[in-house]
């Protein structure tokens, strides 16, 4: 590409060379009830029917195609990482299962429609600003949405919608610090963790569980306290998805042992899926591995072996003392 913000001819030939073995040409229409409306002919360039349904798919392939091929496999790897942390914690949806009705089926169908409606929230919000903002723009955007707002309805719009990014970010903070207060007490009430973690105040709420992994999550922030926000943001995203890695790849593995060992129930249409589930899961797990990043892997190594200890307290000595 040239150095000028406005691409001339020979960038869009050159570009059309490069996305043509990926993208087809999409088709021109006519609507006799439009060529009426407007007395002339007018032709439709149907964009919708592109993968993703518009033309900025052409720029992302376009993009992608002039990266040195190191540069795309870790760009891509990265990206990967990253959008696996927005699924993070879906498996939290069976915390309930003691407090609904009918858990085996209720569970699974709230997850399931739980999340392909978040996953189809985030398709149809990401593409607003990748529609409506010049891609060169986007790509050194810090924050696509406020200077979307900004860019159509004025600066005021930008700051509003700044506000309401931080409350629902508030929101989100809260959300997981009640889970992570469940965890370490459900933990502690089984003998993984020391007792005391386990005990909850006047309200039924676990106050020391949530002091205890507050100060877990601040000694986190500390360590980035030098990087800017957005690099800290992305360590600490990149770091908790490396921890929960483990956890992913053993329960996929694990749905393939029961299988094997026939501890599954007679194979049928149902236990064919969970079987191909687990399989694409577990190669998933190995790709986002690939893609986490020396420093972000080492801490996620750090926390798992904080965990040894932990876990070889509770089979060799609490374990026993809670079966007597």
Known sequence: MTASPVPDLADVLAARQ??????????????????????TQVRVKHENHQPVGAFKVRGGVNLV????????RRGVIAASTLALYAMLGVESAAMPAGRVCDPGRTIPRATFIGTLTVALVYICVSLIPMLLIPQGELAASSAPFADLFARFLGPASGKLLAAFVIVSGLGCLNGWTLILGELTMSFARHGGFPPALGKVNAHG??????????ILASLMMLTS?????????????????????????????????????????????????????????????????????????????ALCAVGVPVYWWYAIVRRPALAT
Request: charged letters at 15%; aromatic letters at 12%.
């Open 65 to 72: 195609s002039q990266l040195a091929p190191g540069e795309r």
């Open 205 to 214: 709420a676990p106050t020391r569980a949530f002091v205890f992994t507050a």
């Open 225 to 301: 306290y030098s990087d800017s926000t957005a690099g800290a943001f992305t360590f600490l995203s990149v770091v908790v998805t490396a921890s929960n890695l483990p956890v992913y790849f053993g329960c996929a593995i694990a749905v393939v042992i029961l299988w094997r060992r026939g501890e599954l129930a007679k194979p049928g249409p149902r236990e064919s899926r969970w079987l191909a589930a687990a399989i694409l899961a577990t190669v998933y797990c190995v790709w986002v591995s690939i893609g986490i990043g020396g420093k972000s892997l080492l801490w996620a190594l």
């Open 18 to 39: 490069r996305i043509g073995p990926y993208l087809r040409p999409t088709p021109l229409y006519r609507y006799p009830a439009l060529d009426a409306m407007t007395g």
